[in-house]
């Protein structure tokens, strides 16, 4: 299917640690006009930029722990306000907390609400070993993997030729915590939303191209 078919979309992507969220946001971002919306991305760059946010976040998350509410709230509301989010847009790693799909259910209102929430769903054990083989391009921003995706020259971009860096929580003890904090925080929206008839399932524990297609097919229907 082509990507050009779909019509506007308003899409949380929800999933653990792992589960290929990233992979398949920039895979449609790079096909056509969507926006990504991606709290770690944003956080991140904040952390590196050293803003007050990014000072306040940055132990949060290298620890595996969820930034609290209140901030990333505040940062999401601000990102929806600007008048490019008129067009489609994919949330990637928000919400994650009931506290913060309730502000988003009365951030959007009813005439703006959710068209889709996608569950990507895969086998803890598989998000274990897909976190501890990851490796982002520090200057595109492009997402590989040792085992299943491998640059053609170690530590180096195919696509940019950048250097790969190893995110801080991946490793091992923060990738522990943050699995446990995805069943105990996050994991209860998948009631949230499936009660609001908007949750798909999609199997992701799949190439990526098969995901990808799924993909597709549930942004192309209504929910
Ligand atoms: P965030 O950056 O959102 O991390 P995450 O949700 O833990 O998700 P990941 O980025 O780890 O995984 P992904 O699903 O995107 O997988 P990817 O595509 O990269 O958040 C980081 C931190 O920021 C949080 O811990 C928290 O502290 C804070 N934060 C962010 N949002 C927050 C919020 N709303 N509230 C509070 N705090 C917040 O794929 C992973 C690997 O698998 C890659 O190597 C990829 O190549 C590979 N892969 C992908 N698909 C496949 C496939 N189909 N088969 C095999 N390998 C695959």
């Not at 969820?66 to 989010?85: E, F, G, T, W, Y």
């Not at 990637?92 to 009813?110: I, K």
């Not at 299943?148 to 003890?173: A, I």
């Amino acid at each position: 299917m082509s990507v050009t078919a779909l019509g506007r979309f308003r899409a949380v992507f929800l999933g653990a640690p792992g589960a290929g969220k990233g992979t398949q946001a920039k895979q449609l971002v790079g096909s056509q006009s969507v926006l990504h919306i991606s709290t770690g991305d944003m956080l991140r760059e904040h952390v590196g930029q050293d803003t007050e946010l990014g000072r306040k976040a940055k132990s949060y998350m290298d620890s595996g722990q969820l930034v609290p509410d209140d901030l990333i709230i505040a940062m999401v509301q601000d990102r929806l306000d600007r008048p490019d989010a008129d067009q489609s847009w994919i949330l990637d790693g928000f919400p994650r907390t009931v506290p913060q799909a309730m502000a988003l259910d009365s951030c959007l209102g009813e005439e703006r609400g959710l068209s889709h929430v996608l569950y990507f769903r895969v086998p803890s054990e598989k998000l274990v070993e897909r976190l501890a083989g990851r490796q982002t391009c520090s200057s595109c921003g492009a997402i590989w993997n040792r085992f299943s995706k491998p640059t053609q020259q170690e530590g180096v971009c195919d696509l940019c030729g950048g250097t790969l860096t190893q995110r801080e929580d991946d490793k091992p003890e923060a990738v522990t915590k943050r699995l446990e904090v995805y069943t105990a925080q996050t994991e209860p929206l998948l009631a949230h939303y499936r009660d609001q008839g908007v949750l798909v399932e999609i199997d992701a524990d799949r190439s990526s191209e098969l995901v990808f297609e799924e993909l597709l097919n549930a942004l192309s229907q209504d929910a």
